[in-house]
């Protein structure tokens, strides 16, 4: 089927005047050229699909045919083009069964609608865009000045919400079969303004493959449970089954994403923090030696992991295995000394961590790559902070996970996001498309 509009445009400057090139394209765009042309050509293919039903209009023995035409109404949009104003045909099936609708609009054969919405899924997918880092009123606000038209902030979290749903729906088809080899998961809480609860907990989990270099968004859930998240990543081959789990000192997390065949590797970053903490928590020393007894702890840590990251390349075991050895001896010393002073905390939190401080490196003489910090999704968390932690930010469960699903998978996996954007839009379909533009101006053909 084609459609054809012809266009005529006429730009006055007065001859006194010279004009920014700015300005021009401002001038231009102020015209909403775009939504014009846009209204002409549904218009077009919309008296093209009635004639072909209809016959000509006024034709003789038209009112003979199946297919009569019942009049016209208008039908609003709001696309990225501009505001919309259609005037589109009916048309009577004078042959359809009593069950059945007797009128439809034929161009709707050729465009489909987003169902009744006023904002069709360009400029909503756009909003949504932007309320992945604004909040859903500055959303509406600010993105005036990007858009012609925004929709309301209602609109915009209603669609997000919409949009977030089917995302998560998307997301476990890409990471099916990732078979990632380390697993990094974290949990924050939100504000929640449900009955029921004060705060969510968000949970996050990345995978790694330590070979490629490569991590993805494996999963994002509000309130759910650590042990079905593993077993849902477990079902869809997210990870391998001795992946090693790099986290903090979560025991849910510990006990979920850990068997006979995976093991733990604690974040050492978190090391010096929980042990400090555990230090004052015993009230046993001054804060100068509490520092002394983190110090130590730490600069051994670090000395472990500087020595892998320098004997792994030239595949120097041997040296490695001597580290943690040593490594092992004086932590556990550390460990003894706390207990003879009455640290009890202090001292249990240092045997009961010490395998899981020193994973990375026992794999690192085995050949293996595993993480020693859970950095990257410590970053994602940060990504939760900066757009739904502010004060006075309150979220039902649905409403949190919608937007996050959108924030999370863009920050960490654009590919994906724009894949899901590519088949929310049905961008595939513009191959069933090509256009044809000529330009007359007053010098001629352009």
Not at 181 to 210: F, M, N, W
Request: with cysteine.
């Amino acid at each position: 089927m084609h459609a054809t509009i012809d266009v005529r445009l006429t730009v006055s400057i007065d001859d006194d005047k010279t004009i920014p090139l700015a300005t021009l394209a401002e001038f231009i765009t102020d015209q909403n050229v775009e939504s014009v042309l846009l209204e002409g050509l549904v218009e077009s293919l919309d008296a093209a699909r009635v004639e072909a039903l209809c016959g000509e209009k006024h034709a003789h023995g038209n009112g003979d045919q199946r297919f009569q035409r019942a009049g016209t109404d208008t039908r609003t949009a709001v696309t990225t083009a501009g505001e919309h104003e259609f005037d589109l045909h009916y048309v009577e099936d004078t042959a359809a069964d009593h069950d059945e609708s007797s009128y439809f609009r034929p161009v709707e054969d050729v465009l489909s609608f987003d169902g009744q919405n006023r904002y069709q899924q360009d400029i909503a997918a756009k909003s949504v865009d932007l309320a992945t880092s604004l909040s859903y009123r500055d959303a509406a606000d600010h993105g005036d000045g990007i858009l012609s038209k925004m929709p309301s902030p209602t609109t915009i979290n209603r669609r997000a919400r919409e949009y977030g749903s089917k995302l998560k729906q998307f997301l476990p088809d890409c990471v099916a079969d990732t078979d990632a080899d380390a697993v990094i998961p974290d949990g924050t809480k939100c504000h929640s303004q449900d009955d029921d609860r004060t705060y969510h907990s968000v949970q996050a989990t990345l995978g790694e493959d330590t070979a490629e270099e490569s991590r993805s968004l494996l999963d994002l859930s509000v309130n759910a449970d650590w042990d079905q998240t593993a077993a849902d990543l477990d079902d869809i081959d997210a990870v391998t089954d001795d992946a090693t789990v790099v986290s903090d000192a979560d025991d849910g997390i510990v006990t979920a994403f850990t068997d006979e065949y995976s093991d733990h590797q604690l974040d050492l970053v978190h090391v010096g923090r929980t042990l400090d903490y555990n230090l004052w928590d015993d009230g046993v020393f001054s804060l100068d030696r509490r520092n002394e007894i983190v110090s130590e702890v730490i600069d051994e840590v670090f000395h472990l992991k500087n020595s892998v990251a320098k004997h792994r390349p030239n595949e120097e075991f041997a040296a490695i295995r001597e580290r943690i050895a040593r490594t092992t001896e004086r932590i556990e010393k550390t460990a003894w000394q706390l207990d003879q002073y009455g640290s009890e905390k202090a001292a249990g939190y240092l045997r009961r961590w010490l395998p899981s401080i020193v994973t990375f490196a026992e794999q690192a003489a085995e050949g293996f790559e595993v993480p020693w910090t859970s950095n990257p999704v410590e970053r994602l968390m940060g990504e939760v902070s900066k757009r739904c932690k502010n004060q006075w930010m309150r979220w039902t469960t649905e409403g949190l996970e919608a937007i996050l699903q959108l924030r999370l998978v863009k920050y960490a996996d654009p590919e994906y996001y724009q894949s899901f954007l590519d088949e929310l839009l049905q961008r595939s379909t513009k191959t069933a498309m090509s256009c044809d533009l000529s330009v007359e101006s007053t010098r001629g053909k352009l």
